[in-house]
């Protein structure tokens, strides 16, 4: 019995010397040339869950990956981040919440599918097919909405 509690007392000791560095060091993960000011974490590549009470679909879920929009600002998407807190999902009380519309600017559906904001996913490749069309050059795959580059159809 006594023998035990020697033990784990031991053992309490050596982990918090062993995570001891860890806890002060306000450098975590970075190598030590680098001093990092801000640090933030996010989804290399995510698949969407449709949220509960959306409008119901049957198209294939999506799948968004940064990398492939590594060449924006993250502004260009999350437009009402300020650039230090932590950045919100679109659909944030208060956000793009309106599960039961596809109309309102509001919406869930809005979000991902406004014509008018460069935000949203369509409104920006819309813009981008237009100006690439006006330069000859080839276009992003955006119908039918059953198989396009958002919604990839399953084999
Ligand atoms: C082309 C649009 C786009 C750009 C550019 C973009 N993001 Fe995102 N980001 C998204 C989308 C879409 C999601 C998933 C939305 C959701 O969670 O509702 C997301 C999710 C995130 C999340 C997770 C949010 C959560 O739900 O917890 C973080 C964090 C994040 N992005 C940070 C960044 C940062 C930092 C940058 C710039 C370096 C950036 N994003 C650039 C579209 C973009
Ligand atoms: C502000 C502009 C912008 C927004 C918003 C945006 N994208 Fe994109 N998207 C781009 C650009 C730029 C590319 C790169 C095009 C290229 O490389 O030819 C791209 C490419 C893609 C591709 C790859 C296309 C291919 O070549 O196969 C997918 C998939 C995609 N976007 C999905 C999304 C989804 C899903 C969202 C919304 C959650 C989104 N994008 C929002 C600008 C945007």
Redesign the pocket.
């Known amino acids: 019995m006594r023998s035990k509690v020697m033990y784990l007392a031991l053992l309490g000791m050596a982990l918090s010397l062993a995570l001891a560095p860890m806890a002060f060091s306000e450098n975590a993960g970075f190598s030590k040339f680098v001093e990092a000011k801000s640090t933030?974490?996010?989804?290399l590549e995510?698949t969407?869950k449709r949220p509960s009470g959306v409008v119901a679909t049957k198209l294939p879920a999506v799948t968004?990956s940064?990398g492939q929009?590594a060449t924006?600002?993250?502004a260009?998407?999350?437009h009402m981040w300020d650039g230090k807190g932590?950045?919100?999902?679109?659909?944030s009380d208060g956000c793009h919440d309106v599960m039961d519309s596809r109309q309102d600017t509001m919406s869930y559906f809005k979000?991902?599918h406004s014509k008018d904001a460069a935000y949203s996913?369509l409104g920006?490749h819309m813009k981008m097919n237009q100006e690439r069309k006006e330069h000859g050059k080839e276009v992003l795959k955006l119908s039918p909405c059953s198989n396009n580059i958002c919604h990839v159809a399953q084999k």
């Open positions: 933030i974490c996010f989804p995510l969407f968004f940064h929009h924006l600002a993250c260009d998407c999350h932590p950045v919100e999902s679109c659909n979000a991902y996913c920006c």
